[in-house]
């Protein structure tokens, strides 16, 4: 899983957190990101952590209807 930080350019007291991971499916694997807003890392990736089964029902909801960015899904959590 990678993670990457970038700024939120409005001054507010959160960061935008981007986890990568892939998820296995008939035909391989399949790159899914997930982007957390959070006020620091350690908040973002227990954020991660403790919805991660409805992350991964997103994501292969998302594989099953068929995705047209490039064959990668993109989720986006408060």
């Given amino acids: 899983m ?8 409005n001054g507010s007291d959160t960061t935008d957190y981007t986890f ?3 998820i296995s499916n008939g ?3 399949q790159a899914c990101s997930v ?4 006020p620091n890392i350690q908040d ?3 954020f991660f952590r403790q ?3 409805t992350i991964e029902l997103m994501a292969r909801d998302g594989l099953a209807g068929g995705c047209r960015d490039s064959g990668r899904i993109k989720l986006i959590a408060p």
């Fill in 2 to 9: 990678r993670r990457d930080h970038q700024p939120i350019e």
């Fill in 20 to 22: 990568h991971f892939q």
């Fill in 27 to 29: 035909r391989g694997r």
């Fill in 35 to 38: 982007k957390v807003q959070a």
């Fill in 44 to 46: 973002a990736t227990m």
């Fill in 51 to 53: 919805n991660w089964a």
